[in-house]
């Protein structure tokens, strides 16, 4: 792993989930997708499995996906600051081809609709990277159908590797993380990691806004904003954001 003086040792699950993808990676496994809770150092994780394979030799380019510029910019200046130097951070589509490391966001790589043929992504060969890493893999990207999609079917030559990252798996008939990646070579749950002291526990509280739950009613003769009369009826869940907008909710 890589360790100094001022950083932080892996925890133990940390150090099963790193040892686990960078051992499949290295096997050959193309696909590969780690499930851990929100707050648990995904992120981090992230660093040492790339930080190892590029030391090893096994890899040697890496494209980093996120669809938020924040998820970019504190991955790159927080856990892969060790890295920074072989890094950047893809800006209005350019891409640099003497950097070992590229962060990107989805929406600038795929393009507009009118750059179809020539999306950013295309700068690079399909097996430049050999190594792409998707952060929050059940959005965008799990979807079969999405745009973003285009870019991992784009960049998957026989010796590149797909590595998803996750809080939240999905399956079901919208998008499937599993029909993509295979079953998580590992996990890490949000129970576990309250069990084991490094998530606070949590008490849900359910908060009903009244017009919620009890609906709306007119009273006589009330019109709407452009001075409409609004029909005489009670008005539920179904009708608010379609039939009537409420401008004022109160707790």
Do not use: C
């Amino acid at each position: 792993y890589y360790t100094t003086r001022e950083s932080k040792q892996p925890r133990y699950y940390q150090r099963i989930a790193i040892n686990r993808t960078v051992d499949a990676i290295a096997k050959g496994q193309r696909r590969v997708m780690l499930v851990m809770a929100t707050g648990t150092g995904k992120t981090y994780t992230a660093f040492q499995i790339v930080y190892r394979l590029l030391q090893a030799g096994i890899k040697k380019r890496v494209l980093y996906l996120a669809d938020r510029n924040i998820l970019v910019d504190q991955a790159m200046t927080d856990d892969f600051s060790p890295l920074l130097s072989k890094a950047t951070k893809v800006q209005n589509g350019k891409m640099d081809s003497s950097y070992q490391i590229h962060f990107a966001l989805y929406q600038q790589l795929a393009g507009r609709e009118e750059d179809a043929g020539h999306e950013p992504y295309r700068q690079f060969s399909p097996d430049f990277f050999d190594l792409v890493v998707i952060d929050e893999a059940h959005r965008g990207s799990a979807k079969q159908d999405s745009q973003w999609r285009k870019i991992l079917d784009y960049f998957d030559g026989p010796n590149v590797t797909h590595f998803g990252m996750t809080a939240t798996p999905k399956n079901d008939k919208s998008a499937s993380n599993i029909d993509y990646f295979g079953e998580p070579i590992y996990t890490y749950s949000l129970k576990q990691g309250i069990d084991d002291g490094f998530l606070a526990p949590y008490r849900v509280i359910r908060v009903n806004l009244d017009v919620d739950v009890n609906g709306f009613r007119p009273t006589k003769g009330e019109t709407d904003a452009n001075g409409q009369l609004i029909e005489d009826r009670k008005y539920t869940s179904k009708d608010f954001d379609r039939k009537m907008v409420i401008t004022n909710r109160t707790e």
